[in-house]
């Protein structure tokens, strides 16, 4: 039985010029290219009116069997591929952000959230996509049965971890207690 499944996806990011003096562009992924070739170098795709579309780089969209409930939380919602961007340390580059990760996994994307390093898109997912990742779900998942822990009785809890005082015992038994 497979453990893994992996489709290559190309990364549309869109380059759009802004009326601030403390930033010129904003950068976000707008789309993918399900089963795009390898790209080298960014491709423009489309250019009008202050905005660039870019075919940026080509990831691949791996599903893993362990991670099926996170899909099908992503495929109940608004179906979505998180594309997660980094800042581009290349000084040399005129592209401020790079394609880093794709991924269907809602809770991934939540954790690149919280890191707060990366900038993380949520892009809708193609319909031919959909059927790709649910058939993966309907194959793979198994829903987690939930057991409620029993709890121990709090007065014998006690007696196990308590050191008993040690007692003389014909005091003991005359109902006058000294300690040893």
Known sequence: MERSRTIPVGIVLERRKLDNPWQDFSWSA???????????????LDKSDGVERYHAATLELTLYRGETESYKVNLAGSP?????????????????????????????????????EEIVEAVPMPEGLIAWVQDFCDQHHE??????????????????????????AARARSGRRRLV
């Open 30 to 44: 707008v789309s993918v290219i399900v089963g795009a070739p390898e790209v080298s170098e960014w491709r423009l």
């Open 80 to 116: 979505s591929v998180y594309v997660v961007l980094r800042q581009n340390d290349d000084p040399d580059s005129s592209y401020e952000v790079i394609p880093f990760l794709a991924t269907a996994s809602a809770y991934e994307s939540q954790d690149y959230l919280d890191s707060g």
């Open 143 to 168: 829903d987690e049965v939930f057991v409620k822990r029993k709890r121990s009785d709090h007065r014998h809890e006690q007696d196990k971890f308590a050191r008993r005082p040690r007692v003389d």
